[in-house]
């Protein structure tokens, strides 16, 4: 019914950037709120960002200062904007959307993550 389809992970050292997005589709009614979680290798998936359809934004501790969430709802996308990154950002980065369906209701989604790696 709904696909989140992630892109711009990649490798950068220490200290650059990446650009994150994440594109919802199918039968969208209305995207609630979006995240971005990451799961590093023998860890648990962690929050790493989250907005609400109206914009309101939460960080993880770790990467307040750093990471930016956005969303263009009319194209129905989201972006994480990774700056200063570290080594211990290195994970497979997932997409999550909680999307009211047409006709149907409120759903969750995840997309197939895409990996980042930082080198020290």
């Known amino acids: 019914q709904v696909q989140l389809a992630e892109s711009g992970g990649g490798l950068v050292q220490a200290g650059g950037s990446l650009r994150l997005s994440c594109a919802a589709s199918?039968?969208?009614?209305?995207?609630?709120?979006m995240g971005w979680y990451r799961q590093a290798p023998g860890k648990e998936r962690e929050l790493v960002a989250l907005i609400t359809s109206s914009g309101s934004t939460k960080y993880a501790d770790s990467v307040k200062g750093r990471f930016t969430i956005s969303r263009d709802n009319a194209r129905n996308t989201m972006y994480l904007q990774m700056n200063s990154l570290k080594p211990e950002d290195t994970a497979v980065y997932y997409c999550?959307?909680?999307?009211?369906?047409?006709?149907?209701?409120?759903?969750?989604?995840w997309g197939q993550g895409t990996q980042v790696t930082v080198s020290s």
């Open positions: 199918g039968r969208i009614f209305r995207i609630n709120t």
């Open positions: 999550n959307a909680n999307v009211n369906v047409r006709y149907s209701g409120n759903y969750d989604y």
